[in-house]
């Protein structure tokens, strides 16, 4: 959940995880669905699918008890090497090195090892980097080893302007702030536009509020690679739009990409005609709406339009003045 996000913003979305799914079987039994409504706005949504299907895996074939080795860890969904190493040596003082993209850019300064970056190094400096954290470990208390090994990363040797002068490793250390570390690969930007279509609904039986008005989704098909099944606002065929009908503009960054997503209000009856056809499309209360999977960019300019309400901590972040994601 931490990736790209706020601790504030997790911090409140990890209790209400923890809310609705407060066991390895009751997470294991929920649809999808659910578990990506929960998650909707983190991103990474493979982690929450996986998530899922490791509660799955471990609810149907190892009885509910989730392993404590960091190599039975690793058989899983979703876990791999790191996570495995990082919750065998937190949870339970296994000796395990942790290596995550921070660990390796100290260990690699530490050394002075050319390349701080496992596409540019290959598999032999990754094997090097390995077995260096395997050696530097304190067998005594790995868990906190590995914390201060990826805090350090995080806060002291950081990727541009290392804290060399802060440093306790500095007497170790080959490179000392000479180390040339990999840029990483600038962003890039991508225009797309997508449809708000809103109406009041026809159907008997409804009150007035958000029970009636409903917004038209499209679910992503569950063959596609990014956000399989996910709910988002239908696409535009076009992405010129103009200015009379542009409702928003709104930023998104997803990974390496800032997406600058023009929102046209549409009204019900032209919505087939200028959309681009996708997913299944639903007409959905705003009520239903709110918790549902919704794309992170999708309950963005929901909240934005005042048709869904801002989850607390980040209405609380914004009136601080700080943008959450
Ligand atoms: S001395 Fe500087 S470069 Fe070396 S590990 Fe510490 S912060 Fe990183």
Redesign the pocket.
Known sequence: MLQQTRVAVVAERYQEFLRRFPTLVSLALAPEQDVLAVWSGLGYYRRARMLHKAAQFVSTNLGGNLPAKAEELKLLPGIGAYTAAAVASIAHGEAVAVVDGNVE??LC??AGWEAGSRKGGGAALRRKIEELARRLLDRARPGDWNQAMME?GAT??TPRN???M?????KE???????KTPRRAPMTSRVVAYALSVRTSTAPGKRRGPSMREVLLEQRPAEVTVMPGMWELPALLHSEVPATELRMTVRHAIMQVNYYARIRTVFEDDAAAITAAGGERRWVSLREAAGMALTGLTRKVLVRAHLVAMPAAEAIARRRGRAVV
Not at 166 to 170: E, F, H, I, S
Request: a positive charge; glycine letters at 4%; charged letters at 25%.
């Open positions: 850019r100290v300064r530490i350090l002291v040797c290392p804290q060399c802060a440093c306790p490793l500095m250390c080959k490179t000392r702030g000479e180390h």
